[in-house]
């Protein structure tokens, strides 16, 4: 069982209510990945920016992969916090990780689910804030 009630009132105002600029981060001089790409998006970026979205839109998924946010995690543990039929997990999983959005790695026998990068972990969590407001009706703000 993954402990999320701390994480249920991740919704603290405090971490995006001032809207600071993002960081101008271009690519470090080590070449390393970039945190900002201020770039326009060609057909290509869509096209896989579309993909993504698609595979958030479905429930079960979204509640899956907002788990992983906060932890990485095995299929017994998202079944359980999911409520979803272990089938339904890992259909979810297994086209997860064919679109590249999560990893796995084995852990003696489990095999542990993660998300791949810090992008799509903070678009789920930001997808979710955003919801929270469309449920609560707390005023929008920046
Ligand atoms: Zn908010």
Redesign the pocket.
Known sequence: MIDIGEQLNE?D?AP?RAPAPPPIVHSPPSGGPSLVHPIEPDRQRLEAGAETFRMLADPTRLHILWLLTQNPSDVGTLVAATGAHRTAVSQHLAKLRFSGLVSTRKIARNVEYSIVDGHLTRLIREGM?HAD?RVSG?PA?E
Do not use: G, T
Request: proline content about 14%; charged content about 15%.
């Open positions: 919704h105002p995006h804030n407001h707390e703000h």
